[in-house]
């Protein structure tokens, strides 16, 4: 018998728009130039998007990490949204405009995008991270990258594309506290790996693999301030045909987010 998110798309979503709901976990104090981009990316999704997802929006702010990230499930089940993209609060959204299109495309249930860990099943997922140090080499890890996409033990690094109705499935909580906030619990997700590893998993037990796709790349804001982005990735510019926002694609080029103009390096 076929679960739910194994339908194709172009059966379940006939005749009506797929319901994303985009949730912010926003923990701490947020960078202003966050916010900037940020606003630029919602204010754009509006446009981009407009005729092709109904989109929610919802924040979880000043709590652990955990209840914030169930508190969004919850939000977006009650809005019976198709899909949840739970972001961070140290993203650089506008480096990557079209975020929505690059999950939905790809039909998996589970997806995430900038940090991975991956390995086989019988292995310890591996953290993969930027390194400042070595940034110009690209995706700079202990071990192979799927720079391209593909599939990955654990999901991390706060930006996770999610089918809602996985959760119909999986026990609760979705997410489980760190050891030092933990309330009478069974599973303790490894404080290095973060609290991705209890749902992936989860995901596991239903069949469902966790899916790394290549095409997510945002850059993100660490303690001291310092701006990381992905290889290619040099931020946004203003559109020479519209004056909207335009984002770096591949190979020096720009994409208006409002005109879809394609635009050359300056």
Known sequence: MSRPWEQPYSERFAGRLPKVFVGFVAFGDIDPQILESTAHWCFQAGSRYSGVFEIHWGCATRREQYRARNTLVEEAQKQEADFLLMLDDDHLLSDCPDILGHFFREEKPMQGGLYVQRREDKSQPVIVKYD?????????????????????????????????TIF???????????????????????????????????CKKLGIQPWLNGNVRVGHMIHERTVLRPPQVTGPVECTACGGLASSTTKGEWECMTCKAQLRAA
């Open 132 to 164: 400042e140090a070595k940034r110009e080499a690209g995706w700079c890890s202990w071990d192979e990258v799927p720079v391209d996409g593909g599939p990955v033990d654990v999901l991390g690094g706060g930006v996770n594309w999610c089918d809602m």
């Open 168 to 202: 119909d499935f999986l026990k609760q909580p979705h997410w489980w506290p760190y050891p030092a906030d933990r309330r009478e619990v069974t599973f303790l997700p490894d404080q290095a790996l973060g609290l991705d590893l209890q749902l992936s998993i989860g």
